[in-house]
C-alpha cells in the first residue's frame, strides 16, 4: 500500500476503504472483508451510524491496532468547543478504541459560524493525543484561510467531493502550497456518469483494467487520497488493484478535462442538514 506522509509526519494510506450510508448490520462484514483484502484505512463518521461496527470489525480481523488508520468525523450538530469534546468521546466509545488516527470537521457550516470553536477542540483533542492527525472536510478556501489564520495548527486533510466530474483544481491548487493532502469522497461519482464516461471505458480497455480502476489511478497520480466504497466483494478487492498500471500524462489530461463541476452532494457554502 502507497503511503501519504501527512504535514505532522504521520503515514496515512493512499487508498482507504469509506463506509457511508453502510448499515451497522452491513457494516461489520464489508470492513472485514476489505481488511482482508489489503486496505489499512477506513473512513467513518459519526452520522454514519455504524461506528460500532466498524469498531467490532477492526477487533476481530486480528490486524493490530496500530496498522490500521481509522477516520471519524465530529458531525454539524455537534460544532462548538464543548459539543466536540463530548462528540469525540462518543465516537471513540461507539468505535471501542482509546485513540483515533484522524478526527475531522465533517463540514464547515459557514452560516452556523461555529468552525473555527471546532477546530480549538480538535487542537486540543490533538494535543492531549487522543487522535494522531486533525483535518477538515468539505471546506472551500474560504474557510480553510480562517483556519490558518485562527488556528495554531494546520490541518492535514481537506477531504471533498472530487472525482473527474468535479476535478476541484483551485482547491487541490491551495492545499497543495499550504501543505494539506486533499482527499477525495465519492471518489468514483457515487458509480455514475463518470464510470460510462467513454473517455474513461476506452482508456480502461486500452490497459486492460476496469473505469473503477482507472478513476482511482487519475487519484493516485495527482496525489490525491481516495476512499471508495463498495460492499461488493470483488469490487471491495478491484478497486485495490491499481498500483501495477500508469495513466500517461496524455490520459491524465483527457480526464482532467472531463471536468464539469457537477456535485452529487451539498455545496457546502449551503449545506444545512444538523
Ligand atoms: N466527508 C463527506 O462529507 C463525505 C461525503 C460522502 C462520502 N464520504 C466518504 O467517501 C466514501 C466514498 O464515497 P461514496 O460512498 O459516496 O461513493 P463512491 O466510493 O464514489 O462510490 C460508491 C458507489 O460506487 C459503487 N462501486 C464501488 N466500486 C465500484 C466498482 N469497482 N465498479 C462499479 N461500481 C462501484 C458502489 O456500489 P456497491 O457498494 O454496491 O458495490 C457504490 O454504489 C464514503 O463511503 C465515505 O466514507 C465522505
Redesign the pocket.
Known sequence: MQQVTLNNGLQMPQLGY?????PEEEVYQAVLEALHAGYRSI???MI?ENEAGVGRALRDSGIPRDEIFLTT?VWNADQGYAETLAAFETSVTKLGVDYVDLY?I??PMPNDNRYVETWQALEELYKQGKTKAIGV??FHIPHLKRILEEGTIVPVVN?I?L?PFLNQEEIRLFCKEHGIVVEA???????RDA?TDPVITQIAASKNK????VILRWHLQHDVIA??????PS?IR??LAVFDFELSADEMQQIDALNQNQR??SNPDEMHKK
Open positions: 469509506g463506509v457511508f450510508k453502510v473512513d467513518t463518521a454514519y468525523k475531522l465533517h463540514w472536510s468539505n477531504q467531493e472525482h469522497w465519492s471518489p468514483l461519482m457515487k458509480g464510470l476496469t473505469p473503477a480502476q476512499i471508495p466504497k463498495s460492499v461488493t469490487r478491484e478497486n452529487t452532494g
